[in-house]
């Protein structure tokens, strides 16, 4: 197990390149589309440095895998689909996300039903990709349809582990995930952590963001489980639930509303494709007003 992580420094997020080494079958987790909100433009640098890297290596791309659908970046997985191939996969309970948003930008035609993605994974859903075993782990939260995955691969003398975690948490000097989206819930991704943290010491926890504090580290992409339980701002070992709650909520009373949330969850809803162009060729996104508070 190979596991490449790039980072897209405009919004945070690491996509990861997940590679059984045997079979030089991947996956792609979390993958970036370029938006400037500003011009109202759409590229593709982030998601074209991937492909480069899995046509470069000679690998076949299995599954192109999202956590959740994302608050702060649009993803390229139908661009990515349409290079190289590959299911697109999503945890299920995506469904009630589609049900809320839909409301919210009153789109009549979008369906609540998870159809939109390829593969939908429940909790221990497998997924195999050449020696390696991919389990689902429904970690709800910072949203109700989080995911993170399980990767083991037995291939070695010693069993190896890694986790995609998503945004259930973050590295130990930054803590943990906002819960303020609607149906977020502090005590849930309490337990959801728990359970992350039950892992093996030495599991690398591959993390989406990573936001340093100003002027210092760079940015890092994994850390152990080991490393969480002893150092996590918000919820290291021992850290009562109910502590870790009324903080949780107390922090996200002062957060402002990550600035793609509304082009990046219409988008991300409906598997990362982009709205039909209207009649004049021009496809364009809404923004509804005054319905995040």
Partial sequence: ??????????????????????????????????????????????????????????????????????????????????????????????????????????????????????????????????????????????TPADMAYKVTDKSGNKEKIAVFVGDTIFAPDVGSARCDFPHGSAEDLYDSIQRLLALPDDTLLYLCHDYPPKGGREHIATVCVGEQKLRNIHVKQGTPKAEFVRMRNQRDKTLAMPRLILPSVQVNINAGELPKPEDNGVRYLKIPLNQLS
Avoid: R
């Fill in 1 to 142: 197990m190979n596991i490449h992580s790039f980072l897209d420094k405009d919004t945070e997020t690491f996509t990861h390149v997940l590679v059984d080494t045997a079979s030089k079958h991947c996956a792609i987790i979390d993958p970036v589309l370029d938006f400037d909100p500003a011009a109202g433009k759409i590229s593709y640098d982030n998601a074209n440095n991937v492909i480069g890297f899995v046509k470069s290596q000679g690998l076949t791309l299995d599954y192109i895998i999202e956590t959740h659908a994302h608050a702060d970046h649009l993803s390229s997985a139908p661009y990515i689909k349409a290079q190289l191939g590959g299911k697109i996969v999503m945890g299920k309970y995506i469904e009630n996300v589609q049900k809320t948003f839909k409301t919210i930008f009153n789109f009549d035609d979008l369906a609540t039903d998870a159809s939109q993605f390829d593969i939908l994974t429940e909790e221990g859903s497998e997924l195999t990709l050449g020696d390696l075993s991919i389990t689902a782990m429904h970690v709800p939260g910072h």
